[in-house]
Nanobody
Framework: QVQLVESGGGLVQPGGSLRLSCAASGSFFSVTAMNWYRQAPGKQRELVAGITSDKRANYADSVKGRFTISRDNDNHTIWLQMNSLTPEDTAVYYC????????????????WGQGTQVTVSS
C-alpha cells in the first residue's frame, strides 16, 4: 500500500509562484520515477514534469524554464517549484508514482495522489 500526500496548491496572481510537494509513504523500500500531472477543466490529464530515482528531470514544453521538479530520495518526496504562473497553468495537479519496490512484493505500479488545485487569476 502506497499513500501520496500532496500540498501547496492555492490561488495566485499571474506572474506569481507556488511550490507543490508530494510525499510517498507505505511499506516499500524504494520508489522509481515520480511525476506531476495536471488536468484542467474539459481537458485531458497531461504530464507536467517527471524525475527519476537518479534525479534526471523532464518537463512539458509549456513549463520549461518556469517549473522545476526536485526530489529527496531518503524521504520519498518530490517538489514542483512553479514560477511565472499564467492562467493557463490553472488545473488540478496530481502526484504520480510509477512504481515502488519491496523485498516482499517486488515492483508495484501506478499510484496517484488526490490532487491539489492551482488557480492562477487576478
Amino acid at each position: 500500500q502506497v499513500q501520496l500526500v500532496e500540498s501547496g496548491g492555492g490561488l495566485v496572481q499571474p506572474g506569481g509562484s507556488l511550490r507543490l510537494s508530494c510525499a510517498a509513504s507505505g511499506s516499500f523500500f524504494s520508489v522509481t520515477a515520480m511525476n506531476w500531472y495536471r488536468q484542467a477543466p474539459g481537458k485531458q490529464r497531461e504530464l507536467v514534469a517527471g524525475i527519476t530515482s537518479d534525479k534526471r528531470a523532464n518537463y512539458a514544453d509549456s513549463v520549461k524554464g518556469r517549473f522545476t521538479i526536485s526530489r529527496d530520495n531518503d524521504n520519498h518526496t518530490i517538489w514542483l517549484q512553479m514560477n511565472s504562473l499564467t492562467p493557463e497553468d490553472t488545473a488540478v495537479y496530481y502526484c504520480h508514482v510509477e512504481s515502488v519496490w519491496s523485498p516482499r512484493r517486488g515492483y508495484e505500479y501506478d499510484y496517484w495522489g488526490q490532487g491539489t488545485q492551482v488557480t492562477v487569476s487576478s
